[in-house]
């Protein structure tokens, strides 16, 4: 008598008997048909129990993150805009390191598959964005690509692309507005 694990497509795990085992565990247990199904009921109810409580506890914490970010991105902003406003040179203060986790929270993307060799559109405009952000933040093209691994002219064409994405949301918002 064995069980066989398998994993869903979507991350689920699932244990797997033949239906020989399972009569014979039935057998063994002394269980009738109908309290194995009311095992198998009150189990899988559970199941979508926890599953809902920790869909929920993910969703708060990605809210409490994304304010975290958002928090950042206008303390960076108002930083940049008073060197600026003093004539001085943009050293950068924000790591790229925290770039990229910041990037993955707001996107949903984990930062290994940001880091990584994925060309999913999704990913890559995750990416992109890592690169523009690093890039006002003062980090030069050549840094960005080390520690990205890539190419610094990789990271320049994502920045026109991030650049030319920006451009046509302007225009569409603006279109709307009027």
């Not at 008997?17 to 002394?30: K, Q, T």
């Not at 930062?111 to 405009?125: N, P």
């Amino acid at each position: 008598m064995g069980f066989d694990r398998s994993i869903g497509t979507d991350g689920t795990q699932a244990l797997r008997m033949s239906n020989e085992d399972l009569a014979r565990l039935v057998a063994r247990l002394g269980l009738t048909v109908q309290a194995l199904n009311g095992v198998v009921q009150g189990l899988s109810l559970r199941v979508r129990t926890l599953e809902a409580e920790l869909t929920g506890a993910k969703r708060r914490h990605m809210k409490r993150m994304q304010r975290e970010v958002a928090r950042r991105a206008v303390e960076r902003q108002l930083r940049r805009a008073a060197i600026t406003e003093r004539g001085e040179k943009l050293q950068p203060a924000v790591p790229i390191a925290q770039i990229v986790s910041e990037v993955s929270v707001e996107f949903g993307i984990e930062v290994t598959v940001i880091l990584g060799r994925a060309q999913v559109r999704e990913v890559t405009v995750a990416r992109q964005e890592v690169y523009m952000r690093a890039h006002e933040e003062g980090h030069s093209s050549a840094k960005i690509g080390q520690a990205m691994g890539r190419n610094h002219a990789t990271v320049l064409c994502g920045m026109k692309s991030v650049a030319m994405r920006r451009a046509i949301a302007a225009r569409r918002k603006a279109v709307a507005d009027a």
